[in-house]
């Protein structure tokens, strides 16, 4: 599964144009390409955010959610003057707010085959000073726009950003932050892991950052999350030096355990003994190898499967012990 994020229009300036969600020129096309390879794919969606230019903005902004002390109003860097794209938390509550957003997000449910959305800052439950909105509170308002959301959007998939005990039921996937190696609370697991597969949050690429993925990778197998991997770009496909981003995306092809998957230090070594590319190790690889023994500058340069920058019999060996 792809969740995608960049697949809206952005306005003149950058700026995200929440809580608008019109797609880009190129959307259509990616999910025909994207569905073709097998891929199921969940576009992000914003769940309670305005940006204070939007035009909605001035008749929403009395639902804009205030610290309940303090009583100033709260967003996303909302008091960050460096920041340029801020943007306000509306209460759910209000009818008006709900409408407008599911009303955006269906029209690209009915307008493209998409299998999902990920719903940001779902899970925000808070104890708003503005009082009852429409009758609600601000829970109230979070609870029953998941509702119209499934009620619009028949057979859809939601993801949240994590779960608590007011989205569970609401949500099929959820965020799960890295908490180290402590193990998942057994209440938690009976409530929630039954309805929910957790996937990862803000992970690495393991090729980019491999000390900080190595800590997502040793949390994530204890809490049994989906395994996960950023993509940031197609060049990161194509890229045969990024071995472990290889090793783990052959191994969901293989159907792998998801502890196998995310162990991608092993099966990296395997991508790299592949050295035409064609999705197996066999007697081909060794060949190409072969051939290129004693060469200092070798036409194909994954022939130096061991990256010692000399092509000896030690590349012949690693290939040969993973022939399929």
């Not at 340029?84 to 449910?109: D, F, M």
């Not at 959007?153 to 799960?176: D, K, Y």
């Not at 496909?237 to 998801?258: A, E, I, M, Y």
Request: charged share 20%.
């Amino acid at each position: 599964m792809i969740y995608l994020l960049g697949w809206r229009n952005p306005s003149s300036d950058g700026s995200e144009t929440l809580p608008d969600h019109t797609p880009g020129p190129e959307f259509g096309t990616f999910l025909e390409v994207a569905h073709s390879y097998g891929f199921r794919v969940m576009p992000y969606a914003n769940f309670v955010s305005c940006e204070p230019n939007h035009p909605l903005y001035p008749e929403v902004e009395k639902f804009n959610l205030r610290h309940p002390i303090r009583g100033h109003k709260l967003g996303y860097r909302w008091d960050d003057p460096s920041y340029p794209h801020s943007t306000a938390y509306i209460n759910p509550a209000s009818s008006t707010w709900r409408k407008y957003v599911v009303g955006q997000l269906k029209e690209v449910y009915e307008t493209y085959p998409i299998d999902g959305f990920h719903l940001d800052i779902n899970t925000l439950f808070r104890n708003d000073p503005n009082g009852l909105v429409e009758g609600l509170t601000f829970p109230e308002g979070n609870i029953l726009m998941h509702q119209e959301l499934r009620e619009a959007m028949p057979g859809i998939v939601l993801g949240g950003e994590n779960v608590h005990e007011g989205t569970f039921f609401n949500t099929n996937l959820a965020q799960r932050w890295s908490h180290g190696n402590k193990q998942p609370h057994p209440i938690s697991s009976f409530l929630f892991s039954p309805w929910i597969t957790p996937y990862g949050f803000h992970v690495p690429n393991p090729d980019g950052e491999p000390e900080l993925y190595q800590k997502f990778q040793e949390a994530y197998v204890v809490w049994n999350v989906l395994p996960t991997i950023r993509i940031r770009a197609p060049w990161m496909l194509r890229d045969p030096l990024l071995v472990k981003t290889h090793g783990f995306l052959k191994s969901v092809r293989k159907g792998q355990s998801w502890e196998q998957t995310w162990n991608i230090d092993i099966v990296g070594i395997e991508v790299l003994a592949d050295i035409n590319v064609d999705g197996v190790v066999n007697v081909l690889d060794m060949v190409m190898v072969a051939q290129h023994i004693g060469r200092e500058k070798p036409g194909n340069p994954r022939v130096d499967v061991n990256g010692d920058g000399v092509i000896n019999i030690l590349d012949l060996v690693i290939v040969a012990q993973h022939i399929q």
